[in-house]
């Protein structure tokens, strides 16, 4: 089983500001992980993806995140934000497991606000 | 190329009526799975197709609730008998294979809203 855990569910800050969003997660098998970004009424955009690779892993519109094992952890974060990065952000397991696909579990997502 | 399709965006139904939810995954995709977003929750699993096939549909209500993916067309996400509960965005995905995890990225449709009156 895997579970998503993100730790605020709102943050907070002004533009110009590095932004974190906290995510720790759980899995039974070694996981896929990703960080998707959904503006108002809009679908989900992916905005980075950790499969085993290298840990930092870098994605769309200057965000990245690092894949932390130890700490079971996958925080995203963004040295300056930007106005348009104002959405909801989730964090996304998926279990690599031998059953040959995989599904999604969610965390339950963490707002954004970015004030000028 | 187009990327993941729904349709309608928005739907209303009233109590009692059926919903047809349509999505028609990306050129090349052969795996579609569906998610609802209730208010203020994550997104939650609901089924998993493969053309002509459910692989896994354990995240579907018991009843009312049924899905398909034919040979030819879009994958279609019934409800049956609405209820005001069922009010949600529904949201479909694809992915060229089932869950190699070089290829497991999962593209979203910009998702249906269902409202039950």
């Known amino acids: 089983a895997q579970s998503v855990t993100q730790l605020d569910s709102h943050v907070s800050v002004s533009e110009g500001t590095p932004v974190l969003l906290r995510c720790n997660y759980s899995?039974?098998?070694?996981?896929?992980l990703f960080w998707y970004v959904q503006h108002p009424n809009k679908g989900l955009q992916l905005l980075l993806k950790?499969?085993?690779?290298?840990?930092l892993v870098k994605g769309i519109n200057g965000f990245e995140a690092e894949f932390k094992k130890s700490e079971t952890s996958f925080h995203l974060t963004k040295p300056s934000a930007h106005m348009s990065d104002a959405a909801e952000y989730f964090c996304?397991?998926?279990?690599?497991?031998?059953?040959?696909?995989?599904?999604?579990?969610f965390g339950k997502g963490t707002m954004l606000l970015v004030s000028p | 190329n187009a990327g993941v399709m729904q349709n309608p965006r928005h739907l209303v139904r009233r109590r009692g009526q059926e919903a047809r939810l349509r999505c028609s995954p990306m050129k090349g995709h052969s795996h579609v799975y569906w998610y609802r977003q209730l208010p203020e929750e994550g997104l939650k699993f609901m089924v998993y197709l493969q053309k002509e096939n459910i692989i896994d549909e354990s995240g579907m209500p018991k009843e009312r609730f049924s899905a398909e993916f034919p040979k030819e067309g879009p994958s279609i996400l019934r409800i049956q008998q609405v209820v005001r509960g069922d009010s949600a965005a529904y949201f479909c995905?694809?992915?060229?294979?089932?869950?190699?995890?070089?290829?497991?990225?999962?593209?979203f449709g910009p998702g249906t809203r269902l409202t039950v009156l």
């Open positions: 995905a694809s992915s060229p294979s089932g869950g190699h995890y070089d290829t497991d990225t999962q593209y």
């Open positions: 996304v397991v998926s279990p690599r497991a031998n059953s040959g696909y995989s599904t999604l579990t």
């Open positions: 950790y499969t085993s690779a290298a840990t």
């Open positions: 899995s039974s098998y070694s996981p896929s």
